[in-house]
């Protein structure tokens, strides 16, 4: 089994910044994509920011210029830093990653964390 621990969500201001971390263990071959997604109360979740092996990145637009992902494939992690955030930007903010669990022609499964709640509000 994986398991992806999320961390450093808070309460900040408008304007303010914040470092997400996501640490994945557990059985683990090899890791490829990984990305942050969110949701908030009533609303679906969303993708936020994906980012393969390789360091290819994608954003959603309403982040792009205020985010990056980036990842530590040593360390089997996965970062999201937040600058400019705005109270749109409060939600639950999920880490997942597409793992393969053992060598061998297996298909990659994609696990989630738990999540952390970041609230951007004056």
């Known amino acids: 089994q994986v398991q992806l621990v999320e961390s450093g969500g808070g309460l900040v201001q408008p304007g303010g910044s914040l470092r997400l971390s996501c640490a994945a263990s557990?059985?683990?071959?090899?890791?490829?994509?990984m990305g942050w997604y969110r949701q908030a109360p009533g609303k679906q979740r969303e993708l936020v920011a994906r980012i393969i092996s390789g360091g290819v990145t994608n954003y959603a637009d309403s982040v792009k210029g205020r985010f990056t992902i980036s990842r530590d494939n040593a360390k089997n992690m996965v970062f999201l830093q937040m600058n400019s955030l705005k109270p749109e930007d409060t939600a639950v903010y999920f880490c997942?990653?597409?793992?393969?669990?053992?060598?061998?022609?297996?298909?990659?499964?994609?696990?989630w964390g738990q999540g952390t709640q970041v609230t951007v509000s004056s």
């Open positions: 557990g059985s683990i071959f090899s890791i490829g994509a």
């Open positions: 997942n990653a597409d793992v393969r669990s053992e060598i061998g022609p297996i298909p990659m499964r994609r696990f």
